[in-house]
């Protein structure tokens, strides 16, 4: 009976490292992929497979969308796709360093490094500009239901798609709007939290909230702040039964239905933006998609 990689589900660890694969020219897949079999514990790695990686493998399930890029007036969301994606998940960064370069060397007959990056829990779990993430999180049995594949077979429950994102912070623009601008961009009063009953249309709470769509799109948010040098921001990550949750946030977010961007666009912007199938386990092992 296949299971979730337990990462998925658990908290946010105290850091972690994002690595992001393409496939070499000539890639041996099988040697790589037996590797990451032997090193994915789906805890401290948890393993997302793209979909040009899953074509590559001839799977036909399960079937990943392409992710959505758009341009709107101020707005700019790409896609950035890659083969494979791995999340280091630990509580010293020297350990997953080393535990970065093993992975990359075990993979290195079929893949090469093509991103890093480093992250952390800052706080008691909050974005870098002290407000809560996640605060509408799913939990129990709801998070396994907005998370994880079910009742798709052996081999397909279990698993997850995660959308992720880089997005990149503008702090000396946010701490110029004044605080109380900032809880009506948010839609929530950083201070306790609460919601805003008063706030626009275009704050972020409203454009996500998740019991507003038809169908709902809950996901499992399990995003960390990153930082490199003076640049910082987040790494958005959602695990969802399939894309559908996530598309509908993001469209809204765009304005693309209504024409009302989602006013986190004052001061940051998204760099990269891809979809990965994380597989489930089966006895401790990543079972990986057939053809």
């Not at 994915?40 to 493998?57: N, P, S, W």
């Amino acid at each position: 009976m296949s299971q979730p990689q337990p990462g998925i589900l658990a908290p946010v660890p105290a850091v972690a490292r994002y690595l992001t694969f393409r496939t070499r020219h000539t890639p041996d897949l099988q040697l790589a992929l037996g590797a990451l079999q032997t090193l994915a514990d789906g805890d401290r790695i948890v393993v997302g497979l793209g979909k040009a990686l899953l074509l590559q493998l001839g799977a036909t399930q399960p079937s990943l969308p392409a992710f959505p890029a758009y341009t709107t007036a101020g707005v700019s969301i790409p896609s950035t796709p890659a083969e494979l994606w791995c999340w280091l998940r630990g509580d010293d960064r020297g350990e997953l360093l080393l535990l970065a370069q093993m992975l990359e060397e075990a993979l290195s007959p079929g893949f090469e490094l093509a991103q890093v990056i480093d992250a952390f829990k800052h706080q008691d779990g909050r974005d870098l500009t002290g407000y809560e993430d996640g605060t509408e999180n799913p939990e129990g049995e709801a998070a396994l239901a907005a998370a994880l594949v079910s009742g798709m077979g052996d081999g397909l429950d279990g698993g997850s798609v995660v959308a992720v994102q880089q997005w990149v912070h503008d702090m000396g623009a946010f701490r110029r709007m004044g605080g109380e601008a900032q809880d009506q961009m948010i839609g929530r009063r950083r201070s306790d939290n609460e919601e805003l009953d008063d706030a626009p249309d275009s704050a972020h709470v409203k454009r996500t909230a998740q019991e507003s769509f038809t169908p709902e799109a809950f996901v499992l948010r399990r995003s960390m702040p990153w930082a490199e040098g003076q640049q910082a921001g987040l790494v958005f990550t959602a695990f969802g039964h399939s894309a559908q949750a996530f598309a509908a946030q993001l469209r809204r977010m765009a304005g693309v239905e209504d024409g009302v961007t989602d006013a986190l666009f004052g001061f940051t912007r998204p760099v990269t933006g891809g979809y990965f199938w994380c597989p489930p386990m089966r006895d401790g092992v990543l079972v990986l998609p057939a053809n």
